[in-house]
Nanobody, 114 residues
Framework: EVQLVESGGGLVQPGGSLTLSCVAS????????ISWLRQAPGKGLEWIST????????RYADSVKGRFTASRDNAAKTVYLQLNNLKAEDTGMYYC???????RGQGTQVTVSS
């Protein structure tokens, strides 16, 4: 069974930073692309980034490019999302997703507020 568990969210002031983690199990992690998504209160899911399985190349949404950095550790079966220079509009529930099966974790909440 594909399982993904996100962690690392919290309350942070504008301009602050957080590092999110996503630990995977139940599949050969190194063979699958993993994406990060988020959902702001009252809005739909927004794609943030996709990291490829082998090279670890990442594409980003324009809204986070230059501020967020995704990476993966295939040995640890973990994907990370470094969030820098956070803004109020970054507030939301953050999810990682195994793209092949469209399976997401339970999410981790990020709140950016002074």
């Amino acid at each position: 069974e594909v399982q993904l568990v996100e962690s690392g969210g919290g309350l942070v002031q504008p301009g602050g930073s957080l590092t999110l983690s996503c630990v995977a199990s139940g599949f050969l992690f190194s063979s699958y692309t993993i994406s990060w998504l988020r959902q702001a209160p009252g809005k739909g899911l927004e794609w943030i980034s996709t990291t490829t399985e082998l090279s670890g190349t990442t594409r980003y949404a324009d809204s986070v490019k230059g501020r967020f950095t995704a990476s993966r550790d295939n040995a640890a079966k973990t994907v990370y999302l470094q969030l820098n220079n956070l803004k109020a509009e970054d507030t939301g529930m953050y999810y990682c997703r195994q793209d092949a099966t469209n399976t997401r974790g339970q999410g981790t909440q990020v709140t950016v507020s002074s």
